[in-house]
T-cell receptor, first 114, second 110 residues
């Protein structure tokens, strides 16, 4: 799930399959993580979040897994639908003040084939 | 419920021109943020306002100024636009964690 220069990593999946989008975060002190979905021409939309005292959190059709040992975050989307096609960003944060910046990863493009 | 509203949606400037991007939120959030997004990259924080009356620099503040006009409104100003400021700009508001984003302003500086 790391971005390289101007080229977003792309994950292509068949409609109905499960998708797994990965993210390697940088700071071992980060204690809060978020996944955002960005559709073309729109702003990022919150999907799911997780605190560092958890290793798994489930939402509707989405699950976030956190592995602090290797500083790895993943987003699993069950039964992927065409409407899931978008760019997905992970973000990390240290602390709970407004001035503690969210640091965003470079994004992964998910393409769902009908 | 409009959420976060940004204007304009598109803008083309010549080098050296100035302009202000407007942002308003109706969710009664204390904190507001301005980010820029360049092709193939994540969002980078320009400036933020933790509460009405305060503003602070983010990761990439050079060439920008901000004004927190009131609790609802947070504007971003480019005093002398440069081609390096060609980007998509997003305003966001929120608490200490979850942020809500506007739909963006696509700015081109020629």
């Amino acid at each position: 799930g790391e971005s390289v220069g101007l080229h977003l990593p792309t994950l292509s999946v068949q409609e109905g399959d499960n998708s797994i989008i990965n993210c390697a975060y940088s700071n071992s002190a980060s204690d809060y993580f978020i996944w955002y979905k960005q559709e073309s021409g729109k702003g990022p939309q919150f999907i799911i979040d997780i605190r560092s005292n958890m290793d798994k959190r489930q939402g509707q059709r989405v699950t976030v897994l956190l592995n602090k040992t290797v500083k790895h975050l993943s987003l699993q989307i069950a039964a992927t639908q065409p409407g899931d096609s978008a760019v997905y960003f992970c973000a990390e944060k240290i602390g709970h003040n407004a001035g503690n910046m969210l640091t965003f990863g470079g994004g992964t493009r998910l393409m769902v084939k009908p | 419920n409009a959420g976060v509203t940004q204007t304009p949606k598109f803008q083309v400037l010549k080098t050296g021109q100035s302009m202000t991007l407007q942002c308003a939120q109706d969710m009664n959030h204390n904190s507001m943020y301005w980010y820029r997004q360049d092709p193939g990259m994540g969002l980078r924080l320009i400036y933020y306002s933790a509460s009405e009356g305060t503003t602070d620099k983010g990761e990439v503040p050079n060439g920008y100024n901000v004004s927190r006009l009131n609790k609802r409104e947070f504007s971003l100003r480019l005093e002398s636009a440069a081609p390096s400021q060609t980007s998509v700009y997003f305003c966001a508001s929120g608490g200490v964690e979850k942020l809500f984003f506007g739909s963006g302003t696509q700015l081109s500086v020629l």
